[in-house]
């Protein structure tokens, strides 16, 4: 990752803890970094082991406050597929997930605004979401990978 985005993302981190009164601590900032640098929606346990090659003595118990704190500043969002561990995305414009049973690798498939629109047209009138959900289970093509 290059110093700049580093720099950003360092700053949108600065920005968003403090909106919350709290602040930017090393492990809060090890974690961001190590979650934007590799978008593959990993679970508390892969970040555990990317965080400790710069934070050797950090504990998992630390890594879940890290993250919970992440996503009640709105820098991530948490992505749950049935049966399988929580996993964690930066990425925070509109989209879906979809995940390969054959690799278990998860990919974002972006959404334009229609799509939002034509997702949110179904509500029954009256319903108003904030957020939502989608993700979509199946196989990829062998050339994708
Ligand atoms: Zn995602």
Redesign the pocket.
């Known amino acids: 990752m290059s110093i700049d985005r580093k720099v950003k993302h360092k700053l949108e981190l600065h920005k968003a803890l403090q909106q919350k009164g709290l602040r930017s601590t090393k492990q809060r900032s090890c974690v961001y970094q190590t979650i934007v640098s590799k ?1 593959d ?1 990993p679970t508390a346990d892969d970040i555990l082991l990317r965080v400790r090659k710069k934070l050797p003595s950090i504990s998992l118990a630390t890594i879940y406050n890290c993250l919970e704190t992440l996503v009640d500043c709105g820098l991530i ?1 948490q ?1 749950n597929f049935d049966r399988s561990p929580t ?1 964690f ?3 925070l414009t509109p ?1 879906a ?1 979809f995940k390969c049973n054959q690799t278990g690798q ?3 498939i972006t959404l334009d605004k229609d799509s939002v629109k034509d997702l949110k047209s179904v509500l029954p009138k009256g319903f108003k979401a904030q957020n939502f959900e989608l993700s979509f289970l199946g196989s990829t093509d062998q050339s994708l990978n």
């Open positions: 978008q929606h969002k992505v996993r995305c930066p990425n989209h997930h998860i990919f974002d």
